[in-house]
Antibody
Framework: QLQLLESGPGLVKPSETLSLICTVS??????????WGWVRQPPGKGLEWIGS???????YYNPSLKSRVTMSVDTSKNQFSLRLSSVTAADTAVYYC?????????????WGQGTLVTVSS | QSALTQPASVSGSPGQSITISCTGASSDIGDYNYVSWHQQHPGKAPRLIIY???DRPSGVSSRFSGSKSGNTASLTISGLQAEDEADYYC??????????FGGGTKLTVL
């Protein structure tokens, strides 16, 4: 049974860097057939794709966030991570990690439970 | 890339059918058969219900169906049930390996 679990600080100060980790269980992040991604949802609002990464480090970012986003993979820990720099209150959201299905980059088939990150001083 | 356009809300009575539209552009929905739909109950993570326009993952009820015409995709829920009350999001692949979501539609079962 695939499980994804987000972890990281729930409170980040403005102008600082938001850092989150997604721990994957029930599947190997090293599989060459999967991409892994991040999606966020501001309170009361819709979903926004942040970016996706393969085990080998190939990344695709949302153009609107590209200048502030870095994603990476740690195959030894079966984890992938998100860093979002220079955050503002507009970055307050529930952040989800998710998996793209095997051989497809076009949608997500498994999601983590999400973690709320609040940007406030 | 702009977000896909969905109606803010739709409603229907139990047993009825409803359709949620998702309008994009020729660079996303119009050009690719990579439209997916997710259902999200309050406080829960999204759940995939339709992928590649009209395919259903294992375990998803056949009451959910998807289609596409031109730059607009649609999700139809037939035989509406109380448990279908949720938010629904469309999602499309676009050029340059970018993914875009719709703004979401709140379904109310009357």
């Amino acid at each position: 049974q695939l499980q994804l679990l987000e972890s990281g600080p729930g409170l980040v100060k403005p102008s600082e860097t938001l850092s989150l980790i997604c721990t994957v269980s029930g599947a190997s992040i090293s599989s060459s057939t999967y991409y892994w991604g991040w999606v966020r949802q501001p309170p009361g609002k819709g979903l926004e794709w942040i970016g996706s990464i393969s085990y080998s480090g190939t990344v695709y970012y949302n153009p609107s966030l590209k200048s502030r986003v870095t994603m990476s993979v740690d195959t030894s820990k079966n984890q992938f991570s998100l860093r979002l720099s220079s955050v503002t209150a507009a970055d307050t959201a529930v952040y989800y990690c998710a998996r793209h299905p095997s051989g497809s980059y076009h949608h997500f088939d498994y999601w983590g439970q999400g973690t709320l990150v609040t940007v406030s001083s | 890339q702009s977000a896909l356009t969905q109606p803010a809300s739709v409603s229907g009575s139990p047993g009825q059918s409803i359709t949620i539209s998702c309008t994009g552009a020729s660079s996303d929905i119009g050009d690719y058969n990579y439209v997916s739909w997710h259902q999200q109950h309050p406080g829960k993570a999204p759940r995939l219900i339709i992928y590649e326009v009209s395919d259903r993952p294992s375990g998803v009820s056949s009451r959910f169906s998807g289609s596409k015409s031109g730059n607009t995709a649609s999700l139809t829920i037939s035989g509406l049930q109380a448990e279908d009350e949720a938010d629904y999001y469309c999602n499309s692949y676009t050029s340059n390996n970018v993914l875009v979501f719709g703004g979401g539609t709140k379904l109310t079962v009357l």
